[in-house]
Structure formats: C-alpha cells, structure tokens
C-alpha cells in the first residue's frame, strides 16, 4: 500500500530549442498531430505518433540547420505541474536514464533518444526559463518530493544543412516494472531506427 495520498496530477509540457541567441517554444497542446514551421537558423516538425494502448504517448521532433555554419544546439523538454496542491514525488532512474514520477497510485515514466544517443541531462525539479536562457546548468538532484515540475535535455553541435531528430514518449501504469521494461524496448527499438538512418 502506498504511503503517499493519490494525488490529481496535471501538467503542461513545452519544448525549448536554444541556438545561439534564438530561442524557438514549441507548445504540443496547441497542435494536433502534426506541426512545423522555422526561423531564420532552423525549420522544424513535430509528429504525434499513434499509440494503441491507453497511458503512452510517443512523439518525434525533426530539426533542420538552413545555416551555412554548423549550429549549437540545446534542445529542452519541460514540465510544469499546473496545480501546486498536486505536487509529484520525482526522481531520476540512472539505470534507465529517465525520469519517474509517482502520484501514489500510478507511476509516470519520461524518456527520450535522438540520433546523437541518449538524453544527457535531467532535472527533477521546476527549471526556470530564464536562467536556462542564459546558461544555468539545470538543477539536478536524484529525488525531489514536493516537485512542480521536471524536464530533460539534449546537448549537441548540428552541422551545415543537415537534420537531426529525436524521440520522447511518456508512459503511465500501476506498475513501474511495467513502463520500465515497455521504456527499455522503446530504447533499443527507437535507438536502432536512430543509428540505422544515419
């Protein structure tokens, strides 16, 4: 039985791509299943992919350099509890590179790989816009309760006009072994397709 109450967990997810002084917000629930667009450095898209079982979520991001010099590129997903009555107990999986969270009932699990490898980087806490703007390392420690929000990062050089993609799913059951095993198969699975379209 869990020691923690259930607890209504809602929150919002965005995605933040960071090139130099550019950075381009990407809100999923403001589109459907598909979406693109550009700026001056990159063009963009992303696709909801469909799941059939209820609790997953898969999405994929293509980005594109239309610079003639290779980009820095830092790539944030970013999660924000919209009710701070309902706050997680969150912690970072190091065997699984992913974040978990539990709400006392059903656990959550975040994961992701781009074709440059695995996520690099992990926050289990709240991580605020505008110091990650100007180059804050996220704030990292393994396990927070009383968390408001979570988020992962990617770090990478994208070189002259070419592309790079990356995955990121959520998974949700009763069962931690559960999404654990299914996040592994989405690793290995997802990871092969990544390096074999190199």
């Known amino acids: 039985m869990s020691v923690l109450p259930k607890l209504s967990i809602d929150y919002n997810k ?8 550019e950075i381009i917000m990407l809100n999923p629930t403001e589109f459907q299943h598909f979406k693109q667009g550009e700026s001056n450095n990159i063009s963009w898209k992303w696709m909801h992919l469909p799941m059939k079982t209820e609790g997953k979520q898969l999405s994929k991001i293509v980005l594109h350099n239309k610079c003639d010099l290779p980009l820095h590129v830092t790539n944030l997903i970013r999660f924000e509890t919209n009710s701070k009555a309902d706050i997680p107990l969150v912690y970072y999986s ?7 969270l539990y709400d006392g009932k059903d656990y959550r699990l975040f994961g992701s790989i781009s074709d440059q490898g ?39 050089i994208l070189p002259s006009h070419s592309s790079t993609f990356f995955y ?31």
């Not at 965005?14 to 002084?21: D, F, L, R």
């Not at 190091?94 to 978990?100: E, L, Y």
């Not at 990292?140 to 990617?154: A, R, V």
């Not at 559960?178 to 390096?195: A, C, D, P, T």
């Open 14 to 21: 965005e995605y933040a791509i960071k090139m130099s002084e």
């Open 118 to 156: 695995k996520c690099g980087k992990f926050s289990t806490r709240l991580i605020n816009m505008d110091n990650w703007a100007r180059g804050t390392t996220l704030p990292f420690q393994p396990l927070t309760k009383g968390s408001n929000g979570w988020g992962m990062e990617f770090d990478f």
């Open 168 to 198: 990121e799913w959520e998974l949700k059951s009763e069962h931690l072994y559960e999404i654990e095993e299914l996040h592994s198969q989405y690793q290995l699975l997802l990871g092969e397709k990544v390096h074999s379209n190199k």
């Open 94 to 100: 190091v065997s699984k590179s992913a974040i978990i």
